[in-house]
Every structure is written in structure tokens, then in C-alpha cells.
């Protein structure tokens, strides 16, 4: 019986195989190839979901440094990923994916017996570009040393490139909900640190 491609497999059944891996590290490049043509949304998928996790300060610069490299390169329209070697030969821990990606799988199957493919204007080269700019920015603001501020920027960008890999335009919505509630809290965030760090200048300031 022919197996299936990664094209045709749901995300759900490649992350399955991926928890199954029997290395104690896994590659980029092996992850690259294990997602075939869809690779750009799914690595954006997987690194937006590990920087949800709580991390040791200064984790989410590293791993989002990959969203930074891929998330561009769909607002240039390119159809698969590249990455400097270095990059690509860095290793995951597959101890660490088998531990996580389970709970993740049981959701995502959930998720993928109900999705499909709707509004899907939302994906045309331009709404493509209009989602691989938002990650990019969205990329930007997780490699900042913001403490707890890569949770929600983390999960819009695992919401989208999930809504791409689905072309699921309803989950392509509450993505772009999610990184405008993720704005929303930066900005209110900043704004309170700002108020603070006046009234503390004045409370130094000579009468």
C-alpha cells in the first residue's frame, strides 16, 4: 500500500511521527524534509508553539530567531523554506518534543476533524504576504528580552501558520485576533512601565 506524502498527511500525523522519533535530537533539516512542501507554515507552527512554553529567560531569542529567517519569506511568496546551515543543523531535544507534543496533537485532531478550507481569499499571494508581515513583526517582538510578553505574540503566530497549513480562514481570524489582543497588552504594558518610570523621576527630582 503507498504511503501518504507529508503534503497529504494532517500536521496532527507528521507532529505523531515527530514525537515518535527515536533519536535523542532531531534536526531542522530533518524537520524541514519531514514536513515536505508545506515546511515554511509548519516550522513557523512548531517554533510559534515552543515559544509558548514557559522557557528559561533568554530561550524565546533563540528559538525565535527561525521565525525571524522563515516568517519574510513568505511575504516574498517563496514556496519552501531556506535557512543558513547553521540553522538547519541545530538540534531540538526529542525528548523534550515527545513530552509536549502529545497534549498539542490531541487538540490539533480535534481542530483538524472540524476545520476546513473557507474564506480562502485570505490566502491569495496577498493575504499570504499580509500574514508572513504580521509573523515577521510578531517574530521581532519574541527575540525582545520581554518578560512574559512571548506568550500571546508566540500563539498568534501558531494560530495563523496553522490557519495556513489548513487554509482555514476562520482560524486565519482568530489568529489576527489573537496578535491584536498580543498588541494590545504590549502596548498597555509599555505605557504603565512608562507612567511608572516618570513618576519615579519625579519622586527623585529635587522639589
Request: glycine share 6%; with cysteine.
Amino acid at each position: 500500500m503507498p504511503h501518504s506524502s507529508p503534503n497529504q498527511l494532517p500536521l496532527s500525523s507528521v507532529l505523531a511521527d515527530i514525537a515518535a522519533h527515536s533519536e535523542d535530537e532531531i534536526s531542522i533539516a530533518d524537520l524541514t524534509q519531514m514536513f515536505g512542501g508545506r515546511a515554511i507554515g509548519a516550522l513557523l507552527f512548531v517554533f510559534g508553539l515552543i515559544c509558548t512554553l514557559p522557557l528559561p529567560p533568554g530561550a524565546t531569542t533563540i528559538f525565535g530567531l527561525p521565525l525571524l529567517l522563515l516568517a519574510p519569506q513568505l511575504v516574498i511568496g517563496a514556496s519552501a523554506p531556506w535557512l543558513p546551515k547553521g540553522v538547519k543543523t541545530r538540534t531540538i531535544s526529542a525528548a523534550g518534543l515527545a513530552r509536549t507534543l502529545p497534549r498539542v496533537i490531541s487538540t490539533l485532531r480535534k481542530i483538524e476533524a472540524i476545520s476546513r478550507p473557507r474564506l480562502v481569499f485570505l490566502f491569495n499571494p496577498i493575504g499570504e504576504r499580509v500574514i508572513g508581515l504580521l509573523c515577521t513583526l510578531l517574530a521581532i517582538v519574541l527575540i525582545l528580552p520581554i518578560p512574559l510578553g512571548n506568550v500571546l505574540p508566540a500563539l498568534a503566530v501558531t494560530v495563523l501558520s496553522f490557519s495556513l497549513i489548513q487554509r482555514d480562514g476562520l482560524i486565519a481570524l482568530a489568529g489576527y485576533a489573537t496578535a491584536i489582543t498580543s498588541a494590545s497588552v504590549l502596548a498597555l504594558a509599555a505605557h504603565i512601565i512608562v507612567i511608572m518610570f516618570q513618576r519615579a523621576l519625579m519622586m527623585l527630582s529635587p522639589a
